[in-house]
């Protein structure tokens, strides 16, 4: 992407994350209002689609995580293969610092969890649940903290959470499969060999690679594998090169394209199915089990611990510089904001826990929101301090 994409990316990145609170809120309140059958209604409603041979039914709430939610992860995919071939995470010196910050904000957050839910009568299964980032949330909160600060803090952050996406996604392909079904997954490998020939073909119709999106996600469903890795996959397929000399590359104008449509649609959208969770009754007086404590310490201290601590270590080892600009207590603040879990948390939450199992499913949605909102909280209280502080330094 160009310097007016990347700022375009950011402006489009900080709105939804807005729109994702607001999104999150309704949710919330109507869940709990004297109206929260309507809310359960809707999102629990049964929806039944059949094409040709294709026939599935799965609910509202169900039918946004496993086809709505591909498309973000498409997203998602175009922007690593950009990030690893000619972004951020294509040169090594930039790469060091918010790659290795984004292992710590990995490790610390499973261990917090794993240690609250090893013993007896815990649930272990969970623990990738915390070791997310919602890039979306976490800029929306930076930009509206300081929006003056050094803009090396924006890139530390939206690089550490693109590394943190890869992390996710392979999560999700080792952890969350479930029974295999060969033919399904055979069809599925060659629509990606077609995809991936087809990237060759740089001026290809983009109907073209919609209906071989639309075939490897049937073929995908159908396998067992989770939707999510369909997007990913076909991600991987799209040419860098513009489809004439002179042009926007492909894979940049297929991403302007779609993310203003999963920032400002699906991503509220699926907050707004999955953020809502009682706090009274069976599930909410379970709000403190070990689920919810172990989503929300993962969040709120294993992110700050992890990310500040391993950016912390590499900057004094001299294995990474920090931030041009920058100061600790500014690494500090977007540490903390790191502990924005959000989307991504919810989605795995989802896969860990099935709608099924309603008292865990309600603990995670109870951990992630907390943890994510008491991140927030201190980031932006310790980035508005900083910024405070510049305000008052004399001018060069």
């Known amino acids: 992407m160009s310097t007016r994409s990347t700022l375009e990316f950011l402006k489009t990145e900080t709105g939804s994350g807005l729109l994702l609170a607001a999104a999150a809120l309704i949710a919330i309140v109507w869940a709990n209002s004297p109206w929260a059958g309507a809310y359960d209604a809707i999102t629990h409603h049964s929806v039944a689609i059949r094409v040709g041979p294709f026939a599935e039914e799965m609910s509202v709430a169900k039918w946004v995580k496993t086809a709505l939610m591909p498309v973000f992860f498409f997203v998602v995919g175009l922007e690593i293969k950009h990030e690893i071939l000619r972004g951020e995470l294509s040169n090594p ?31 272990p299964q969970g623990w990738p649940i915390p070791t997310a980032t919602d890039i979306a949330f976490a800029l929306a909160a930076l930009a509206v903290a300081g929006p003056r600060l050094p803009p090396t803090l924006r890139i530390f952050l939206l690089t550490l959470a693109i590394a943190d996406d890869l992390v996710a996604v392979a999560l999700i392909a080792l952890l969350f499969t479930d029974d295999l079904q060969f033919p399904m997954l055979a069809g599925a490998a060659v629509t990606v060999a077609v995809l991936a020939a087809m990237g060759r073909w740089r001026t290809a119709p983009y109907s073209f690679w919609a209906l071989g999106g639309l075939l490897l996600w049937g073929f995908t469903l159908k396998s067992g594998v989770n939707t999510s890795l369909a997007g990913v996959a076909a991600a991987f397929c799209v040419p860098l090169e513009p489809k004439r000399p002179g042009g926007q590359g492909v894979l940049a104008e297929t991403m ?71 100061k600790w207590l500014e690494l500090y603040g977007v540490s903390a904001l790191c502990g924005v879990g959000f989307t991504m948390s919810l989605f795995i939450g989802a896969l860990a826990f099935p709608a099924a199992d309603v008292l865990h499913e309600a603990q995670v949605r109870a951990g992630v929101v907390l943890g994510s909102l008491a991140s927030v909280a201190l980031g932006v209280v310790v980035l508005s301090i900083s910024a405070a502080r510049r305000a008052r330094e004399p001018a060069d």
């Open 93 to 123: 010196r930039r790469l060091a610092l918010p790659v290795l910050a984004a292992a710590g904000g990995v490790v610390v957050p499973a261990l917090i969890y794993a240690a609250i839910n090893g013993l007896p009568g815990g649930h």
């Open 256 to 326: 302007a394209a779609l993310h203003p449509y999963v920032a400002f649609f699906i991503l509220p959208v699926f907050a707004f199915m999955a953020a809502g969770f009682p706090l009274g009754g069976e599930a909410g007086g379970a709000i403190l089990g070990t689920v919810s404590l172990g989503v929300a310490a993962g969040l709120f201290f294993g992110k700050q611990i992890g990310v500040f601590g391993m950016a912390a270590l590499a900057i004094g080892l001299k294995w990474a510089r920090r931030p041009t600009g920058a």
